[in-house]
């Protein structure tokens, strides 16, 4: 027969053998410590098992039937609550935190978060520097008070005035014997502490003196004798300021302070394990007094940003889609806003999931200006900046060989958030822009400017159709992506290594394999013309687009308010092919779960990622999936029409410096705000001035208004202003004879000129 074997950290464990067939009634014998009063009979035997320990007795004639049966659960303390373990990973080991926290493993982190330490002491420094003479009126007024305040005090415990309720009440008993007695101690008390207090006022009547004498003041009487003590007037500066402070915090009102905060510190909730299970138990996905249906914990608490991140373990039976069910009342039993709970997927069990509470609101903070606004030339196969996740971290997307999808309903920041990636793009020189808008709206107008191919809503226009403009680009852009893989395939081994193009090829004029960036906003109007035949043929080609282009160098940029698609039979397939074959997709809020899954892709709800429950009030919030392993919810940076334009005038110079501006923006004219040139003029004239030099003129135009006037001539200012029948005249200026004008005649000109 064999012992019981009891693996460690196992419940107790007892192992059975059955006696030979020809005695079934033989009784089955349990390990030391065991006890079973079920026999052979009552207890059938399961199918053979391997034996793993080793059999004691003889063994002819038995047929291996060993088993283990579980005794008892493993020991658990209810009085305690839920044990507090690590969190396990794949192969059994735990997870380890960093040694240095993910902002601080990156140069670049590094330098952000310095900057940010800087910046924050830079303000708490200028902001009490120019509150100095506040706080020395307000430390003088409360060290008054506070020496009054200290002096009352001296005088009470001299007066041993804490005895007064003890008189009183012997007085009011009738009771004279105490009430002598501590009138006498009260008289021997107030005696050694008037000393005292004597004592104290004596050594401040002759030390201060002394000290003052010693530290290079007026040196009378026994100070004259004294030793001089060098920069003493420095040290007793210190304890004078030193008991100015400590009096003026004796003398502060309550709930006053000496020196203001610079920085207001946000007010936020708690969480505590105890609040966490109040919050599950509340939402009824556990049960504290069943066994087995106790919430615990896969993980310590621990501070994560501006918030707390803790794992959960669910009963058993309940999993990632309850909890993410019961998020809202999840966020009411923490008392916290829905905005600040997530719940994301744990990967070792579908019953353990993470659990972040953010201090307060991280969406309602806005990102900020985007920081393409410096206008410095960026590297399309870097990731391009894109806004804060909840946590307050930098969230870029990688656009090399993806394709990526941007989806909302109307009016919730969709168009601006696809327009920041298309600038980030406009802002690499080599990089190939085509932009169509099926709306027309102004917001893509100005990639005019740096565009190869445009065109903007489906009405005609002295451009021509925006439909036909598109359909031949889509025919032209599968060719070159066709000829791309024919031609890389071709290349040596040393100059296309992996037989995919690289910063070396795409950079290469003689190549002409630049890497391209289709930018399709509203693209739901290109699969609802009024030609069914013109429908099939672009989805089929923005098919073929979305599924082949990426890896030639070609990025995808769609954008809808439509994403549950349009029309119905083989044009509403190749809608939905089109649309689920992108590999990064971004969802602002919508308005349901379901459209949500649309945009991020099938499995996202459950996976407890929802865009239909971000607050109508944030602009530009949504969930980016697909760009890394993490999917946050990202406040993206804002790009307004005026910050675009800038942008895209300083895209427009890069490639014109570079020698890549071509297609339709090269033949385009830069656009220029319609200015007063007369009014203008007038402006920048000195007061004084009776005359000033077409060269003056222009230089001073241009450089005050650089955008409307940065390219201006003499020549030119003169023939727009003698338009207005202004005269031109001589005139001296630094010495020398020049044809200008005179202010006279310009402001002549503005007074009656006709409306």
């Not at 464990?13 to 349990?30: F, G, K, Q, Y």
């Not at 100095?132 to 001296?154: E, K, M, T």
């Not at 944030?618 to 940076?637: N, S």
């Not at 005026?642 to 942008?647: C, G, L, S, T, Y």
Request: a positive charge; proline letters at 7%.
């Amino acid at each position: 027969m064999s012992e019981a074997m009891r693996r460690p950290g196992d419940a107790e464990v007892i192992r059975l053998r059955p006696e030979p067939a020809s005695d079934p009634a033989a009784n089955t014998t349990t390990a030391p410590g065991a006890s079973t009063d079920a026999d052979a009979s009552t207890n059938p035997a399961p199918p053979a098992a391997p034996v793993d320990g080793p059999v004691e007795g003889p063994v002819e004639g038995l047929r291996d039937t060993s088993y283990e049966v579980v005794l008892d659960e493993p020991a658990s303390d209810a009085a305690s609550g839920p044990p507090i373990v690590s969190a396990t990973v794949e192969g059994g080991g735990v997870e380890v935190r960093p040694v240095l926290p993910p902002a601080l493993r990156s140069r670049a982190g590094f330098v952000a978060a310095a900057r940010r330490v800087v910046a924050r002491w830079r303000h708490t420094c200028a902001y009490h520097l120019v509150r100095v003479p506040l706080y020395g009126l307000r430390v003088g007024a409360y060290a008054v008070a506070g020496a009054v305040r200290v002096a009352r005090r001296q005088v009470r415990w001299w007066w041993v005035a804490e005895q007064h309720q003890l008189r009183q009440a012997a007085a009011a008993m009738g009771d004279a014997g105490l009430w002598l007695k501590l009138h006498r101690e009260a008289r021997h008390v107030r005696v050694w502490r008037g000393i005292a207090l004597a004592a104290e006022v004596a050594a401040l009547v002759v030390v201060v003196p002394a000290v003052w004498a010693a530290t290079g003041g007026h040196r009378t009487g026994l100070a004259a004798h004294l030793p001089q003590v060098p920069h003493g007037r420095l040290g007793l500066a210190v304890v004078a300021l030193g008991m100015v402070v400590w009096l003026a915090q004796a003398g502060r009102p309550a709930g006053k302070k000496l020196i203001t905060g610079a920085v207001a510190t946000s007010r936020y909730r708690t969480i505590t394990a105890d609040v966490i299970l109040r919050a599950y138990y509340a939402a009824k996905l556990g049960d504290p007094d069943k066994p087995g249906q106790q919430i615990q914990f896969g993980s310590t608490m621990a501070a994560d940003g501006d918030g707390s991140r803790v794992v959960i373990d669910l009963p058993y039976g309940k999993g990632l889609d309850d909890a993410i069910k019961a998020r809202p009342a999840i966020a009411s039993g923490l008392d916290v806003s829905l905005s600040q709970v997530f719940i994301t997927r744990d990967p070792t069990s579908h019953r353990r999931h993470v659990l972040w509470v953010a201090n307060r609101d991280p969406l309602a903070i806005p990102a900020g200006r985007t920081p393409l606004l410096a206008c410095k030339p960026t590297d399309i196969w870097e990731p391009a900046p894109f806004g804060l996740d909840e946590r307050g971290g930098k969230v870029t997307v990688p656009m090399m060989w993806n394709s990526i999808l941007v989806g909302a309903q109307p009016r919730q920041g969709k168009t601006f958030s696809a327009r920041l990636l298309a600038l980030y793009a406009a802002l690499d020189p080599y990089v190939r822009l085509s932009v169509f808008d099926g709306k027309g709206s102004p917001d893509w107008r100005k990639f005019a400017l740096v565009a190869h191919d445009c065109a903007f809503g489906m009405a005609i226009s002295r451009d021509g159709d925006p439909l036909e403009t598109f359909t031949e680009f889509l025919r032209t852009i599968k060719a070159d992506v066709q000829d791309r893989y024919q031609r890389l395939s071709e290349l040596p081994a040393e100059v296309c290594p992996e037989g995919k193009l690289t910063r070396d090829i795409a950079r290469d004029p003689r190549y002409n394999m630049p890497v391209r960036l289709v930018v399709l906003d509203e693209f739901q109007e290109y699969f609802d013309t009024p030609d069914p035949d013109t429908n099939k043929e672009i989805g089929q080609l923005l098919l073929f687009l979305v599924k082949v282009a990426p890896a030639a160098g070609v990025i995808v940029l769609d954008a809808t308010q439509r994403p549950s698609g349009v029309g119905s039979g083989q044009v509403a397939q190749l809608f939905t092919s089109f649309r689920d074959n992108h590999q990064i997709r971004f969802s602002l809020r919508t308005g349901s779960w379901q459209v949500s899954d649309l945009v991020l892709g099938s499995g996202a709800y459950s996976e407890g990622f929802d865009s239909s429950t971000l607050l109508p009030t944030y602009k530009g919030v949504g969930i980016l999936r697909g760009a890394t392993d993490a999917t946050p919810t990202v406040r993206t940076f804002l790009a307004d029409a005026e910050d675009a334009e800038k942008i895209l005038t300083a895209a427009r110079s890069l490639r014109e410096q570079a020698g890549t501006l071509s297609g339709y923006a090269a033949g385009q004219q830069v656009v220029r705000q319609v200015r007063d040139v007369l009014a203008d003029a007038r402006s920048v004239i000195n007061a004084g001035e009776t005359f000033i030099s077409w060269q003056e003129l222009a230089a001073r135009l241009a450089e005050r208004l650089p955008t409307s006037y940065g390219q201006l001539t003499a020549d030119a200012i003169s023939a727009q202003i003698r338009a207005f029948d202004v005269p031109s005249v001589n005139g001296k200026h630094g010495g020398r004879v020049l044809k200008g004008v005179k202010t006279d005649a310009i402001q002549h000109a503005i007074e009656h000129r006709s409306p």
